[in-house]
């Protein structure tokens, strides 16, 4: 079965700061891909990053960057320079490729709020 | 740019009523999916489908169905509406690729009294 787990139900960081959101997972799955999206207050779901397991590089998409540790199955992601547009809930997700029904499982989702 | 779009936005209705939600996406794609959300908390995949006349349960056993009769169409309805349907509903879709992001639309909050 697959799962994933994020462990901070609520996190603050100061405008200007960087913030790192934790994410662990578990599949039996040796193919699979790591998400993670943003909903802000509206409710809305927002892509933000993609990371494939046999990516041997961490994912970037401007201010977001996944910290992929496969052996550790952790796939963090961190915020640079935090604003406060940026205050929201977080989601990770994964999907697996292999005998799994590859569809995208969700985290309890951690809430991020940015201090000015 | 959102190219998938559901309605109602926002729905109170009183038990016991038959409702439909729509979804429809503009994009092509072949994988669509329904997920329940209550309010600051995880989603739960409750149906999918991988292309037209195919549909499946999800992981979250619910009272819906649905149908997918036509690619961008993808409606959700429940038969007899309870004040335990009262949720946030996510409608996505999918190109997919292994690398594909889900596309979510507005959702509908919906309230049933």
């Known amino acids: 079965a697959q799962k994933i787990t994020q462990t901070q139900p609520g996190m603050f960081v100061q405008e200007k700061e960087a913030v790192t959101l934790d994410c662990t997972y578990d599949?039996?799955?040796?193919?699979?891909?790591l998400f993670w999206y943003k909903q802000p207050s509206s409710g809305e779901m927002i892509f933000l990053i993609y990371?494939?397991?046999?990516?041997?590089q961490n994912a970037t998409e401007g201010r977001y960057s996944l910290n992929f540790q496969k052996a550790r199955k952790s796939a963090n992601l961190v915020i640079s320079a935090s604003q406060l547009g940026d205050s929201a809930m977080y989601f990770c997700?994964?999907?697996?490729?292999?005998?799994?029904?590859?569809?995208?499982?969700f985290g309890k989702g951690t809430k991020l709020s940015v201090k000015p | 740019e959102a190219d998938i779009y559901q309605t109602p936005r926002y729905l109170v209705i009183g038990t016991g009523k038959k409702i439909t939600l729509e979804c429809s996406q503009t994009?092509?794609?072949?994988?669509m999916y329904w997920y329940q959300q209550d309010p600051g908390m995880e989603l739960h995949l409750i149906h999918y489908?991988?292309?037209?006349?195919?549909?499946e349960k999800g992981d979250l056993s619910s009272e819906s169905t649905v149908s997918r009769i036509r690619t961008e169409h993808f409606p959700l309805t429940l038969e007899s509406a309870r004040p335990s349907h009262t949720s946030q509903y996510l409608c996505?879709?999918?190109?997919?690729?292994?690398?594909?992001?889900?596309?979510f639309g507005n959702g509908t909050r919906l309230t049933v009294t």
């Open positions: 997700a994964m999907m697996g490729y292999g005998g799994s029904q590859g569809n995208l499982i």
């Open positions: 599949t039996s799955d040796q193919s699979y891909g």
């Open positions: 990371q494939g397991s046999y990516d041997e």
């Open positions: 996505a879709s999918s190109a997919g690729q292994a690398n594909s992001p889900l596309h």
């Open positions: 489908s991988y292309g037209v006349n195919s549909t």
């Open positions: 994009m092509g794609h072949d994988k």
